[in-house]
RNA sequence: UGGGGGCUCGUCUAAUGGUAGGACAGCGGACUCUGACUCCGUAUGUAGAGGUUCGAAUCCUUUGCCCCCAGCCA
């Protein structure tokens, strides 16, 4: 891709750098390195789509790394979520699946090289010593008084941790660089602890010693023969030390690099958040279709193609943003628009009765599949006396502007015939309309006025007497300011919850031949939006999730333009 | 007020000393058997102040604002 000419974002360019002065021999190896203690959410699809794209780009290869190193939040569960995820995003590690508890033997021979160097040291401070011992921001930390043990003490203190002897929390390794530093990072950083947990999802009770992330990461790194360890911004501050461990070590050296996390507006996108979303009952599970999560995602109806596309959008950089969600609701329409086979449905049903079409009589009407894909080919509506239409699309006293049904106005139906509005029935006690009366014009018939008068409008609807029941979820974004952390003093996150996010509508109407949709399906109700079909649909009645809206720019004329 | 980063249309993102461009969002219009799609048009931006230079978003000085770091999380 980038073959030719100048790379898209600083980080390609840093690997063309490289590249040019043949740090790496010309080899480009990158890994996505998730910890499997969560689903993952589309800020991670940005980082799988960077790891694996500049691999791609550059002729190299992009593996994955289980960072499996705390077994106190870990989980199987999520390794095969996570390997699910990133293959329906169409990415692929080859046989390339590591962990970084792969490396346990060997981080931990690299631990007694540098207490042998006199660069680590067993600590017995408690962690609320270690704390107060760091310092804060503004001063140094004070050294511990176990900092200067010998080579041999350490050595036992440290073989005797994995062996078990001691309790959690009792003592910890730690690197010996600087109480005084600038960077918190560098003041003797922890890099083992002890966790007698049950079992790790991979080592099972071996190891009752687990190496903290900043001594694992940049190590298994070293290992795998990464070249360009690609990671979000917080991990600046940690470079130094990703540094310092593989200098002191003397081992092969990647360059650790770092963009800014993907954040989206009316979301949250970390796990502990999502998590809080999900166990406080504000959402259903972590594939609920308003989670970020790729597995909200996919049941929501996004396609891997609308995912990739907005991240290639938005782009690689270094600044702290907040991309709009209408960009990744555009992609979605975008990609929809092309491949999605239009249906109709009425989602708020109200009836018409067509009072000079014959009793009893159903005609067959073609409807097309798809204007975008002549090669969708078409299908046969079924026209009968009485049809629901949508309640939005029949006004009896009709604002300015509005071209849709009202008394005495002429409208097409959709693929079926001009009909013209002539009188309401009305529930005489609530004035609730019950039926709307019309007329067709039965020379109108699939649509077209054979003395060629226009109407300004067309809208859709379907049989009364031969359509099916559904359910509808419609969906609105889940918290109500564009950045949920915009807060009151003394508020929480969560008091910017949209709690009216999720709207079901059960009693909608929809074309015949949806009868056979299967879940994931996914279809344009024409003039409402996608749709897909929900796992929770049964055999008697179809859920659909309202994927995203087609725009609409009536809405927004009626609404005074607000939104 | 220690250390590390970052400030370009409303939101993202290009331009790497030489015409500030693109996308989304907005607005206006054309088209239309989806008020969709598509097409056309349009407004809005280099954080501030100095300096270097024929020429500065870009280099220098300085000010301001924002983000990250004080887990035995990653």
């Avoid at 929390?169 to 003041?187: D, E, P, T, Y």
């Avoid at 609530?430 to 067709?440: A, D, K, N």
């Avoid at 919850?497 to 909608?508: G, K, Q, R, Y």
């Amino acid at each position: 891709m980038n073959a030719s000419n100048t790379p898209t974002d600083f980080i390609r360019a840093a690997v063309e750098e490289d590249n040019h002065t043949n740090r790496f021999n010309g080899r480009v190896q990158t890994r996505f390195p998730p910890e499997p203690n969560g689903y993952l959410h589309i800020g991670h699809a940005k980082a799988i789509s960077i790891d694996f794209g500049i691999a791609e780009d550059y002729n190299g290869i992009c593996s994955l790394r289980f960072d499996d190193t705390n077994p106190t939040k870990e989980d199987v569960e999520y390794v095969d979520a996570i390997k699910f995820d990133i293959r329906w995003l169409g990415f692929d590690w080859d046989e390339r699946e590591f962990y970084a508890s792969d490396y346990f033997d060997q981080l931990y021979e690299f631990a007694l090289i540098l207490i042998k160097k006199e660069k680590a040291y067993v600590d017995d401070l408690s962690a609320d010593e270690i704390r107060e011992y760091r310092g804060t921001l503004t001063e140094p930390g004070r050294v511990s008084p176990f900092r200067n043990r010998s080579i041999a003490e350490n050595l036992d203190l440290f073989e005797r941790m994995k062996q078990g002897e001691f309790p959690d929390g009792s003592r910890v390794l730690r690197a010996k660089i600087n109480m005084a530093s600038g960077n918190i990072n560098m003041r003797d950083p922890v890099m083992y602890r002890i966790l007698h947990t049950p079992s790790h999802h991979r080592t099972g009770s071996k190891w009752c010693i687990y190496p903290m992330y900043d001594y694992a990461h940049g190590q298994s790194d070293s290992i795998e023969g990464v070249t360009h360890s690609l990671c979000s911004l917080e991990y600046e501050a940690h470079r130094p030390l990703y540094d310092w461990f593989l200098d002191e070590l003397e081992i092969y050296h990647p360059r650790q690099i770092e963009f800014a996390r993907l954040n989206l507006s009316f979301t949250v996108m970390s796990k502990r958040r999502l998590i809080r979303l999900v166990q406080e009952g504000f959402v259903k599970g972590w594939d609920d279709p308003r989670m970020p999560t790729i597995h909200g995602l996919r049941r929501r109806g996004f396609t891997r193609a609308s995912i990739r596309n907005f991240l290639d959008l938005v782009g690689v950089a270094k600044n702290d943003s907040i991309i709009d969600i209408a960009l990744l609701e555009h992609c979605l329409r975008n990609d929809l628009n092309k491949i999605a086979t239009r249906k109709m449905a009425v989602l708020r049903p109200i009836k018409v009765i067509i009072d000079n079409f014959p009793e009893g009589l159903v005609e067959e009407l073609d409807a097309i599949n798809n204007p975008e894909d002549p090669q969708a080919g078409s299908r046969k509506i079924l026209f009968t006396k009485e049809l629901y239409i949508e309640q939005e699309d029949f006004c009896e006293v009709p604002p300015p502007k509005y071209y849709r049904l009202f008394p005495g106005n002429e409208v097409r139906l959709r693929y079926g015939y001009f009909i013209t509005c002539t009188s309401v029935v009305k529930d005489p006690n609530t004035g609730q309309i019950l039926e709307i009366h019309c007329t067709y014009d039965p020379t109108t018939r699939g649509g077209d006025a054979q003395d060629g008068r226009k109407v300004k409008s067309t809208i859709h609807w379907v049989s009364a007497t031969h359509s099916l029941a559904a359910e509808v979820r419609l969906y609105d974004r889940l918290f109500l300011t564009e950045d949920p952390f915009e807060l009151e003093e003394g508020q929480d996150f969560t008091a910017n919850i949209n709690t009216d996010s999720l709207e079901v509508l059960p009693a909608c109407r929809m074309e015949t031949s949806l009868k056979s949709a299967a879940a994931g399906d996914i279809f344009q109700f024409e003039r409402l939006g996608y749709f897909n079909v929900d796992p929770d649909s049964t055999e008697i009645k179809l859920v659909f999730n309202r994927s995203v809206s087609l725009k609409d720019s009536w809405s927004r004329l009626a609404s005074g333009g607000k939104k």
